[in-house]
């Protein structure tokens, strides 16, 4: 019993310190990129999903590179 209550304050005490990983990186993030203060994407439910390259094809036909950011909510 004891044990699990120890793996239990373990647990929550690694959520928590990846919680303020995450919020700390999203702040930074929000600090990199030109507009995203207006947007506001610091969020108490947000979450970072994934980021990476991406090929888009514009109207005249031609290969944009862009790099997206994906959250659960935008």
């Given at each position: 019993?004891?044990?699990?209550?120890?793996?239990?304050?373990?647990?929550?005490i690694?959520?928590?310190?990846?919680?303020?990983?995450?919020?700390?990186?999203?702040?930074?993030?929000?600090?990199?990129?030109?507009?995203?203060?207006?947007?506001?994407?610091?969020?108490?439910?947000?979450?970072?999903?994934?980021?990476?390259?991406?090929?888009?094809i514009?109207?005249?036909?031609?290969?944009?590179?862009?790099f997206?950011?994906?959250?659960?909510?935008?």
């Amino acid at each position: 019993q004891a044990e699990g209550m120890v793996q239990a304050v373990a647990s929550a005490i690694n959520e928590g310190k990846r919680s303020a990983e995450a919020t700390d990186w999203l702040f930074d993030l929000q600090n990199r990129i030109e507009g995203a203060a207006q947007i506001g994407l610091m969020a108490p439910a947000r979450k970072f999903i994934r980021s990476g390259p991406i090929k888009q094809i514009t109207t005249d036909r031609k290969v944009r590179e862009d790099f997206y950011f994906l959250f659960n909510d935008l």
